[in-house]
């Protein structure tokens, strides 16, 4: 197996797929970014002005929604229930859409853009590593359109006249405005949000307790099915990244054959990725907007830039096992002296030196003293 070339592996920023008055959705093409193909994953952003509604759809593909900036509502069907779910988010929000559910987002805050990140498994999808979404509705593209007038007439029962007015009043697709005095649903509390009997629809990142805080190293919220249960069923993992100004995350990878696809959402920073024979696939400077995929079983490392380094991704595993080949956890720290004095071919005075180093520090590092 060959590695892959730097250019197959070189973060990209996502394409504008549709743009109106009420916001734009964009996407990342696999034609652009191979490993999303492999990978089997798909990727993309929608932007909603105030009082942008992002009509209802469902989609080929189970993805996870991370809420970047701003906040909204969002109306998800759930599988099996009655009527729909709406949920209040804002960022920091994850939410889990399982592929065939249909959902709705719309921003209902006048002073910030809502800002929403997708990324999902296509596995399923109709083309590898992009989302087929299906509009219920809409100017042109919509489900609805698609059926003859006598279709429609019949299905719903409905008069010729009533199909006509359906089908002509709403001009927009995909995204709208929706006009002053048009309402939505209200929201469930967050008490009915957090009733037992309801899944769980929406988990906030950015509150959640840490797995790993170092100062000034990092902090990362890993996010499983024991926060979001759909998350099992979709099969998919998370975590938020939020590495401080000069710290560096260990060189670490995916021990259970996952691919990770990682977006950049705030700050800067530079990424090295090693792989087959270890040579080193990836060198890189990141910055927001940037997507990039680390292939299975590949060693990726980052060290951020002087404004610290944030990242939000997903695995392609419910419950991801990560190895890591530094800090106090690492691999090697694992291995016997003897091993390691082999290994490297030194002393087991330089052997212990090496040990005695990161004996404190796991997985983040902050920037050296000097």
Known sequence: MEAPPKRVLTPTEPKKILSSEGGSYYAWASSDLCMLAEAKVGAAKLLLNYRGLALPKYSDSSKVCYVLQGSGVAGILVPE????????????????????????????NPSEVLEILFLGDTSKAHRSG??????????????????????????????????????????????????EGKSLPTPESQEEEKDGDKPRLVFNCEEAELDVDVKNGGRVVVLTGDYLPMLEQIGLGADLVKLDPAAMCSPGFSSDSAFQVTYIARGHGRVQVV?????????????????????????VSKIAGNEGLEWFSIITTPKPIFCHLAGRTSVWKALSKEI???????????????????????IFFPPPSN
């Open 81 to 108: 229930a009655e009527s729909e779910r709406v949920v209040k988010i804002r960022k920091g929000d994850a939410i889990a859409v399982p592929m065939g559910v249909i959902s709705w987002w719309f921003n209902d």
């Open 130 to 179: 992009e989302f087929t979404d299906f509009y219920l509705m809409g100017g042109s593209n919509g489900l609805f359109h698609g059926f003859s007038k006598e279709f429609v007439s019949r299905a719903w029962d409905l008069e010729e006249d009533k199909v006509e007015h359906l089908l002509k009043s709403q001009s927009g697709t995909g995204i709208v405005k929706l006009k």
């Open 340 to 362: 390691l004095t082999a290994s490297f071919d030194v002393d087991e005075e330089m052997e212990q030196h090496f040990r005695s180093k990161r004996t404190q520090d796991a």
């Open 275 to 299: 792989g087959i024979d270890g040579v080193r696939v990836l060198e890189v400077e990141v910055k927001a907007g940037f997507l990039f995929i680390v292939p299975r079983f590949f060693v």
